[in-house]
């Protein structure tokens, strides 16, 4: 299903993709669409570039520049890889979530369960206030 | 100096930064694939699969303009990658450590080390075949001239390290030593408000370096840039001998905006 908003200065794509419909978990889905709700919320805010939710079966993208879509979801997908690594090396337990800071701009990756979500932001956006938005 | 002896540099410098953080439990430099300098904690392996794991998000971080720092929130602790000058800082903090008290050190303590390092020698550093080998002694008084340099800052030179005669031997004065201090509240009736009290193990290493020159006065610089310059004496008694501290009263912690803990540069003015 794609789905065109419009906001002020940049369009939004959003995208969700739903592999299994038939009878997926009740409880995960509930995750997944609370986090998306807030996610969505979340995007509106000054500095926030766009989100990226994801688990086994289901994904939402909302990215103000829909052209970045596959370079912000290799980074991501790359971090939650080398944070695993990480947490393995140093016995960190596991991640919560990963910060990363870039010269233009910065991403915050979170894990909730199996959903995992990657904000992207500009440089001097509050990702702790994103943060405990998003995991309080 | 050569580069064995900037690598062990860095080492006492990670050595000293894990002293003051106990929540610190590996630390380590890298540039490109290279370890330069690591803590005793951490092995050759794991610091060359942290640098794998982190290259890999580098190469996909054009999105966000090239890779900054990294930061990895574990359930137990984190991990930080951050750029420190030309070099790459890996910092392992339990869950409990302070996270901008870490982070305040490292980017003051790891630049200034480096600054100093480039400023004794500028042209001997090559990044490119720097080892983590301990160099051994050599009879080449620059090594501890070197190591003396970086614990100034680490503000743990006992004095007696310090009687060497560089003074003497140069005609003309060293630049004055920039000593990072942490800042202690200095109050009561007697106090007058426009004199600082620093480390007695610092102001005695100034004693050495300068000799019979006149220092009466100290710029203090905080980590948000404001500077002031005023009086100063040495901190009395010798249970805060070596601790790094300097003492400030209200008045002038109000003027430099900065409170007790907070890290403060302090330079000595020489007449």
């Not at chain 2, 890779?67 to 137990?76: A, C, K």
Request: overall charge negative; glycine content about 4%; aromatic content about 4%.
């Amino acid at each position: 299903m794609v789905k065109k908003k419009k906001s002020t200065h940049e369009t939004a794509t959003t995208a969700v993709i739903d592999h299994e419909t038939a009878a997926p978990a009740v409880e995960e889905d509930q995750t997944f669409t609370s986090l998306r709700t807030n996610l969505a919320e979340i995007n509106k805010c000054k500095g926030v570039l766009g989100y990226i939710l994801r688990n086994a079966t289901s994904a939402t993208i909302d990215l103000k520049d829909p052209t970045k879509l596959v370079e912000y979801a290799t980074l991501s997908s790359q971090a939650l890889d080398s944070g695993k690594e990480i947490s393995e090396l140093f016995d960190i337990g596991d991640i919560e979530n990963i910060l990363i800071q870039g010269k233009d701009s910065k991403a915050l990756c979170i894990t909730m369960g199996e959903n995992k979500a990657s904000i992207f932001m500009e440089k001097d956006a509050d990702h702790t206030d994103i943060l405990r938005r998003v995991s309080p | 100096m050569n580069n064995e002896e900037y690598a062990f540099a860095l080492k006492n410098t990670l050595n000293e930064i894990k002293n003051i953080c106990p929540d610190l439990s590996h630390a380590f430099f890298f540039k490109d694939e290279k370890i330069i300098a690591k803590d005793e904690n951490t092995d050759e392996k794991t610091a060359n699969s942290t640098v794998t794991a982190f290259n890999a998000i580098t190469e996909r971080a054009n999105a966000i303009g090239g890779l900054e720092s990294v930061t990895f929130h574990g359930t137990n602790g984190r991990v930080n990658i951050a750029c420190i000058n030309d070099l790459y800082l890996t910092t392992v903090t339990s869950k409990e450590a302070d996270e901008k008290y870490v982070n305040t050190l490292t980017r003051v303590l790891v630049p200034t080390v480096l600054k100093l390092l480039e400023k004794i020698h500028p042209a001997s550093i090559d990044h490119d075949t720097l080892t983590t080998e301990k160099p051994e002694p050599t009879e080449d008084n620059n090594a501890d001239e070197i190591i003396e340099d970086a614990e100034v800052c680490e503000k743990e030179l006992p004095m007696e390290e310090t009687d060497a005669t560089e003074p003497e031997s140069e005609p003309l004065l060293p630049e004055p030593p920039v000593n990072q201090l942490i800042v202690e509240n200095l109050s009561g009736l007697l106090v007058p408000s426009d004199t600082v009290r620093i480390d007695s193990a610092v102001t005695a290493q100034w004693k050495d370096l300068y000799g019979d020159k006149k220092i009466g006065e100290v710029d203090v610089e905080t980590l948000n840039g404001k500077t002031t310059r005023c009086k100063f004496k040495p901190i009395k008694g010798s249970k805060h001998k070596g601790k790094g501290i300097i003492q400030i009263p209200e008045k002038i912690q109000l003027t430099l905006q900065t409170k007790k803990g907070e890290l403060a540069m302090v330079k000595p003015v020489v007449k």
